[in-house]
C-alpha cells in the first residue's frame, strides 16, 4: 500500500483497482485519508464489491459508512477471538504451535522435547547457576556455533534472560502474558493486571527440574539486588538500597528489565535505562527518559503522607517501581500497586 502510494505521488499510477474498502484498510480514518490524497491528484480507486469510485466527491460519504461498518466487523472479530481464548485459557487447554521456540516442537498436535535443543537449554540454566553472566553465556553459546531457535549464530542477551524466566521449561504455562492493546494494529503489550492470568502446572514435559528453575530464579533476584556507587563500582546491598540514590534501586525497565541510572542532562537531572544508554535506542527502543523532579514528585502524592516528600517513607513502602512507554508502575510493599502516566523528560 505505502509503496503504491508513493508511486501515486510521483504520478506513475492512474487508477486503481481494489475488491472493497476493508481491504484497504479497515480504519475509517485511513481509507478518508488515502482517498482524498489520490482524489487530490486526480487518481481514481474503483472498490468492486460496493461499486464505487473514491474520485466522485459525493461518494464519500457512502465509502466512510461502508468504511465504518467494516471496522466494526473487525473489532467484534477480535473481541469473538479473544472471548474463545479466554475460554481455552480458563480450560487450561494450551496451544500446540511452538515455532521457533528453544528445545520443543510439535508433533500431531503434541508437545515434545528436542533433545538437542534441550541440552543447549539445560546448559544455559546451569552456566547462569554457576555464576556466568547473561553476556558470558551468549559468548560461550556464540563460541561453540550454537544456533538460535531460528538459526542464529548471534544470541541477545534478553533472550537469554527471557529464556531462563521462562516457566515453560519447567513443565508449566503461564497464560495471556501479553495482550492486544489495538485490535486495529494487533500491537501487544504485557499485561500487567488489564486481565486475568491463567498458570497451568504440568501442562507439557519438562526440560529443567522445578528445583533448578526456582533456583536460577532466586539467583536473578539475588543479581538484582547489585547497587551502583556513585564511583561507578557496584556491590550486593543487604538493604537493596543505594546509599546516595534511592531511585537507582526502585527504577527499572518494563520493557527489558534492567535498572534506570542518573543522568544530568541540559541543565536538569534525568533517568534513563542503562541498557539504552550502553548500546543505543534500538536496543531497548520503547523505555523513555524520565524526569527526576517529576518521578520524586509523583512519589510525593503517591506514596508520602500530607504532600511532603520522605525519603524514609519511600524504602518502607515501595519496592519496585517498573517504567513503561507511556506509565509507571509503583510495586508496594504491601503488595498494592499504582499506576501513574509520567511526563517524558
Wanted: charged share 30%; glycine share 8%; aromatic share 10%.
Amino acid at each position: 500500500m505505502n509503496k503504491m502510494l508513493r508511486k501515486a505521488a510521483k504520478g506513475k499510477i492512474a487508477y486503481i483497482l481494489t475488491k472493497s474498502i476493508s481491504r484497504v484498510s479497515r480504519d475509517t480514518l485511513e481509507v478518508l485519508k488515502i482517498i482524498r490524497f489520490l482524489r487530490q491528484r486526480g487518481i481514481n480507486m474503483h472498490f468492486e464489491n460496493e461499486n464505487l469510485d473514491s474520485i466522485n466527491e459525493d461518494k464519500e460519504f457512502e465509502i466512510t459508512l461502508r468504511g465504518m461498518l467494516a471496522q466494526d466487523e473487525s473489532r467484534n472479530t477480535s473481541e469473538n477471538i479473544q472471548w474463545g481464548f479466554q475460554r481455552k485459557f480458563e480450560k487450561g487447554d494450551i496451544f500446540t504451535k511452538y515455532k521457533n521456540f528453544m528445545g520443543y516442537d510439535c508433533v500431531d498436535g503434541e508437545i515434545v522435547i528436542v533433545p538437542k535443543q534441550a541440552e543447549v537449554v539445560r546448559k544455559m540454566f546451569d552456566l547462569y547457576l554457576q555464576g556466568l553472566s547473561l553476556g558470558q553465556i551468549k559468548s560461550f553459546l556464540e563460541s561453540q556455533g550454537i544456533k538460535t531457535a531460528t538459526g542464529k549464530g548471534i544470541w541477545d542477551t534478553k533472550t537469554i534472560q527471557n529464556m531462563l524466566r521462562n516457566e515453560k521449561y519447567k513443565g508449566d504455562t503461564m497464560f495471556q502474558k501479553t495482550l492486544t492493546k489495538d485490535f486495529m494494529t494487533g500491537k501487544k503489550s504485557k499485561n500487567i493486571g488489564q486481565r486475568n492470568k491463567y498458570y497451568v502446572k504440568n501442562s507439557h514435559p519438562a526440560i529443567v527440574s522445578a528445583e533448578v528453575f526456582d533456583k536460577v530464579q532466586e539467583e536473578i533476584a539475588k543479581r538484582a539486588r547489585l547497587v551502583s556507587n556513585e564511583d561507578g563500582t557496584v556491590e550486593t546491598s543487604g538493604s537493596k538500597y543505594n546509599g546516595k540514590y534511592i531511585l537507582g534501586n526502585l527504577l527499572v525497565c518494563g520493557d527489558c528489565g534492567t535498572s534506570y541510572r542518573r543522568r544530568p542532562e541540559r541543565g536538569k537531572v534525568v533517568w534513563r535505562c542503562a541498557i539504552r544508554i550502553e548500546k543505543g535506542k534500538d536496543a531497548c527502543s520503547h523505555s523513555p527518559t524520565l524526569d527526576e523532579e517529576w518521578i520524586l514528585d509523583t512519589l510525593k502524592k503517591a506514596v508520602c503522607t500530607n504532600g511532603v516528600y520522605n525519603e524514609a517513607i519511600i524504602r518502607n513502602k515501595v519496592d519496585k517501581i517498573q517504567v513503561f512507554d507511556a506509565f509507571i508502575m509503583i510495586f508496594r510493599t504491601d503488595g498494592f500497586q499504582d499506576k501513574r502516566l509520567f511526563q517524558n523528560g
